[in-house]
Nanobody, 117 residues
Framework: VQLQASGGGLVEAGGSLRLSCAASGSGFGIGVMGWYRQAPEKERELVADITSGGITNYADSVKGRFTISRDNAKNTIYLQMNSLNPDDTAVYYC????????????WGKGTQVTVSS
């Protein structure tokens, strides 16, 4: 499974960004997809994830500001990030869980999000 993420960049505090991640190469279907992030000198943390049925899960720190959505036909997820603050600065990683006889979690390369104060 290959994951192609896009949409990171530099934004001022209070601004918005939209991340996208497209999964390809799975012959058995994709289950949960989501986003993790890792800030400098901090552990990687879950930001949000979404099942193929549309059930979402968010970190408390982003609830009410971030929205994850999914297009199953395209195996693509989106993360709309509003009211960004400098604490959101991190490398954001897309993940996808392959279903079927060879299940596994796949990680994208990461996209940098930088929020200036």
């Amino acid at each position: 499974v290959q994951l192609q993420a896009s949409g990171g960049g530099l934004v001022e505090a209070g601004g918005s960004l939209r991340l996208s991640c497209a999964a390809s190469g799975s012959g058995f279907g994709i289950g949960v997809m989501g986003w993790y992030r890792q800030a400098p000198e901090k552990e990687r943390e879950l930001v949000a994830d979404i099942t193929s049925g549309g059930i979402t899960n968010y970190a408390d720190s982003v609830k009410g500001r971030f929205t994850i959505s999914r297009d199953n036909a395209k195996n693509t997820i989106y993360l709309q990030m509003n009211s960004l603050n400098p604490d959101d600065t991190a490398v954001y990683y897309c993940v996808a869980d392959q279903l079927g006889p060879y299940p596994g979690r796949y990680w994208g390369k990461g996209t940098q999000v930088t929020v200036s104060s």
